[in-house]
């Protein structure tokens, strides 16, 4: 009994020093500069909405939170670099959707999106939206879906490119809908837009903040987004689930993480931090400029929305038969 006694007494020191030494090693955190990839282009969604809430982290945080934008290969590269960094909170990432999507298209990424990070929150979100040329005689999605139908094989969508979340919402409406609808993937978000605006490809699949200066300008006619409600920066836009089409909802996502085996503690801090931001006043009202709804939920919530989003999107992409060269 004895020592029994000894042992529990031990085991009990051992892990109230555990986590003495975790709480210790979070209020230390951060002691120098942070790293925050963005695997994206300067100047794009993700890496305006990363420095905002970078410069909010180094002014809350007294730390500098700084980025390195790392763009090539699909953003893979920079992803695969931030698997690869130390798991110590010095390096952290913010994805896109594409990385969910990423990881079905191109078994050969030298990363895996579920084992080889530490989730941290989902920082905004915003929805795709289903725009068309305006003088396309479709004024609802149902009337949209029964012009296609009546003239299978005749109208064409654009996308982003293949493989782009764009494309993968327009393949899932059409699956969903049998339309035999002609999907045509540009180099980028710009020159589809400007394609669909042309008349050129009369609809559009796109996220919602990339359309929305030709929406408030009437060079582009919105039917719906794909949110599971209303859009606050377009509150008059139905949802694709009250113009008649439910289960179709999808977003653009943009996530923290970090590399697997950062400390839990270290991880729950930057939640508690980027939660701050999120919730801030101001961020709120940036982000509704640009379209974003923040949402700052917990690494355990986006843990799990990770994973149904990479299995929802492997279905879409099995499915419709998509393949990237």
């Not at 940036?286 to 923040?294: A, G, I, M, Q, V």
Request: proline share 8%; hydrophobic share 45%; charged share 15%.
């Amino acid at each position: 009994m004895l020592v029994r006694r000894k042992f529990l007494t031990l085991a009990g020191t051992a892990g109230a020093a555990l986590a003495v030494s975790g709480i210790a090693r979070a209020q230390a955190y951060p002691a120098r500069p942070v790293r925050v990839i963005v695997p994206a282009a300067a100047g794009g969604g993700a890496d305006i909405i990363a420095r905002m809430f970078s410069q909010k982290l180094s002014e809350n945080i007294g730390q500098q939170f700084f980025i390195e934008n790392l763009p090539t290969g699909a953003g893979n590269v920079g992803t695969g670099v931030a698997a690869k960094a130390p798991a110590d909170g010095y390096t952290i990432i913010l994805v896109t959707t594409s990385f969910v999507i990423n990881a079905t298209l191109n078994p050969k990424l030298p990363f895996d999106p579920i084992k080889d990070f530490a989730p941290i929150t989902l920082a905004a979100t915003s929805p795709h939206a289903l725009v068309v040329y305006p003088a396309l005689p479709a004024k609802t999605v149902q009337e949209l879906a029964a012009l296609v139908k009546a003239s299978p094989g005749k109208y064409s969508y654009a996308s982003p490119g293949t493989g782009q979340s764009g494309q993968l919402t327009g393949e899932r409406f059409k699956l969903a809908l049998g339309l035999d609808l002609v999907h045509v993937p540009f180099n980028g978000a710009a020159p589809a837009i400007a394609s669909t605006v042309a008349g050129h490809t009369p609809m559009l699949f796109v996220s919602l903040p990339s359309v929305a200066s030709g929406i408030r300008e009437g060079t582009l006619r919105a039917l719906a987004v794909t949110s599971a409600r209303r859009s606050a920066a377009f509150p008059d836009i139905p949802t694709l689930a009250e113009a008649g089409f439910p289960n179709q909802e999808s977003a653009f996502l943009l996530c923290f993480l970090a590399p697997a085996g950062t400390p839990k503690e270290i991880v729950d801090l930057l939640y508690r931090e980027m939660a701050k931001v999120a919730g801030s006043a101001d961020i709120k009202a940036r982000l509704l400029t640009l379209s974003f709804e923040p949402v700052a939920n917990t690494p355990e919530e986006l843990g799990a929305q990770i994973k149904d989003e990479v299995a929802k999107w492997a279905t879409v992409i099995k499915d419709a038969n998509i393949k990237v060269q």
